[in-house]
């Protein structure tokens, strides 16, 4: 079972900090995923990744995957309280049938 | 509008007891998964359904037995529940395409068992 890694666990900010989140993993994938979960609700596609290296930008937030496609990274500026949430990045297995791993999570606290 | 729904929302049961999941999408999506979300929120697939065709099953009780009556509805039953079977369960939804898929998810289901 090919195991995402996310860090930090925990992120506790002020408005306005820039932070930034890391999954990780010994695998490729064919594609990555990052997700964002508000409490009592389901994970909330944000972007997915497909090529190594690629960047795609959300408004404050910067997605890049990595050139060998086993890690990716998050990057927030200026964070503000509405990115309160659980972020998870989630690996699309290659050559699998509509199978993600999701990562550990980091739990992210912006605030005032 | 609901994209994917679940029923119920919260589940609070006894040991020993066998209880029911609903899940729907309108989407028009052909594939369908059950998530378990444990206490430390690791999100970990447990069935997946194409086209009322199950292609994923992961390391899960048979106590656990989905059933996908069409494409738009994928049902979740567990026998003879037990402690550990506590978690949010979601479903989710997405079309099953040749490089990734984009999952969309329900609100989930919160089980507790006494």
């Known amino acids: 079972t090919q195991l995402l890694e996310q860090s930090p666990q925990f992120l506790s900010i002020q408005e306005g900090e820039n932070l930034t989140v890391y999954c990780n993993s010994s695998s490729v994938f064919s594609s990555l995923q990052w997700y964002r979960q508000e409490p009592g609700e389901g994970p909330v596609l944000l972007v997915t990744v497909v090529t190594g290296g690629e960047v795609k930008k959300l408004k404050r937030l910067t997605f890049q995957f990595g050139d060998a496609r086993k890690d990716s990274s998050l990057h927030i500026t200026a964070a503000q309280p509405g990115d309160t949430g659980l972020y998870l990045c989630a690996g699309d297995e290659t050559g699998t049938a509509s199978k993600l791993t999701f990562g550990t999570g980091t739990r992210l606290q912006v605030t005032l | 509008d609901t994209a994917v729904s679940q029923t119920p929302k919260y589940l609070v049961t006894q040991m020993g007891n066998d209880k029911s999941i609903k899940c729907e999408q309108n989407?028009?999506?052909?594939?369908m998964y059950w998530y378990k979300q444990d206490s430390k929120k690791f999100l970990k697939i447990m069935f997946s359904y194409n086209n009322k065709e199950l292609i994923i099953n992961e390391t899960v009780p048979n106590r656990f037995s989905p059933k996908s009556p069409d494409k738009a509805h994928l049902n979740l039953h567990i026998n003879s529940l037990e402690l550990g079977d506590s978690a949010v369960y979601f479903c989710?939804?997405?079309?099953?395409?040749?490089?990734?898929?984009?999952?969309?998810f329900g609100p989930g289901t919160r089980l507790t068992v006494l």
């Open positions: 989710a939804s997405s079309h099953r395409g040749p490089r990734y898929n984009e999952q969309f």
């Open positions: 989407l028009g999506h052909d594939t």
